[in-house]
């Protein structure tokens, strides 16, 4: 199975600095297809995980500018330019380049 | 807009058996693959098993293999997990989702149903 590492485990951040979560995986994203198979949710607390990114670098819809994806191969950034009280919980990315789908451990977000 | 509402949960003892409900709405379901993900308490997200569009095709984590079986009923709008055998370890809130193959990301989610195994 693809391990998907994340770090850090967890960031405190005031409101209005940026924050960047990354996520090494052991085998490369990319797809023959020229995509990058990785994704990246937020569950916020008491609640199911949302979609932020796709395809690495492709805000889903609804998805605020401030958060940018990035990177390429096995090493990727997710990036918040403004944290807002709103992005508190925790981040995950995950893989769909091979069977089966598997997720980081998760970057726990929380405001200072 | 999409909506994914499950229901089943509850708790059961070892060994047993528990299925659960996807109920899906907003969309064309019979058009999407569709999945089931676990969040053991306190855990991380666990992909457990994955359903193509029109249910020829079923994937499933190591860890449930030859114990759960998913399945759909297009008809219906409705996706199912068949959970057997049933271990401390399956406790979990179990989330259904939409999509998640190749490069299509999971892009909805229920809100979870909790399953608890215990004696």
């Known amino acids: 199975d693809i391990v998907m590492t994340q770090s850090p485990l967890s960031l405190s951040v005031t409101p209005g600095q940026p924050a960047s979560i990354s996520c090494k995986s052991s085998q490369s994203l990319l797809h023959s297809d020229g995509k990058t198979y990785v994704f990246w949710y937020l569950q916020k607390p008491g609640q199911s995980p949302q979609l932020l990114i796709y395809?690495?670098?492709n805000r889903f819809s609804a998805v605020p500018d401030r958060f940018s994806g990035s990177g390429s191969g096995t090493t990727f950034t997710l990036k918040i330019s403004r944290v807002e009280a709103e992005d508190v919980g925790v981040y995950y990315c995950?893989?769909?380049?091979?069977?089966?789908?598997?997720f980081g451990g998760g970057t726990k977000v929380e405001i200072k | 807009q999409v909506q994914l509402v499950e229901s089943g949960g509850g708790v059961v003892q070892p060994g047993r058996s528990l299925r659960l409900s996807c109920a899906a709405s907003?969309?064309?379901?019979?058009?999407?693959?569709m999945l089931w993900v676990r969040q053991g308490p306190g855990k991380g997200l666990e992909w457990v098993a994955l359903?193509?569009?029109?249910?020829?095709?079923?994937y499933y984590a190591d860890s449930v293999k030859g114990r759960f079986t998913v399945s759909r009923d297009n008809s219906k709008n409705t996706l199912y997990l068949q959970m057997n055998s049933l271990t401390t370890e399956d406790t979990a809130v179990y989330f259904c989702?939409?999509?998640?193959?190749?490069?299509?990301?999971?892009?909805?989610w229920g809100q979870g149903a909790l399953v608890t195994v215990s004696s």
């Open positions: 395809g690495a670098s």
């Open positions: 359903i193509s569009d029109d249910g020829s095709n079923e």
């Open positions: 907003g969309f064309t379901f019979s058009s999407h693959a």
């Open positions: 995950m893989q769909s380049i091979q069977l089966p789908p598997t």
């Open positions: 989702a939409r999509g998640g193959v190749g490069p299509i990301p999971i892009d909805y």
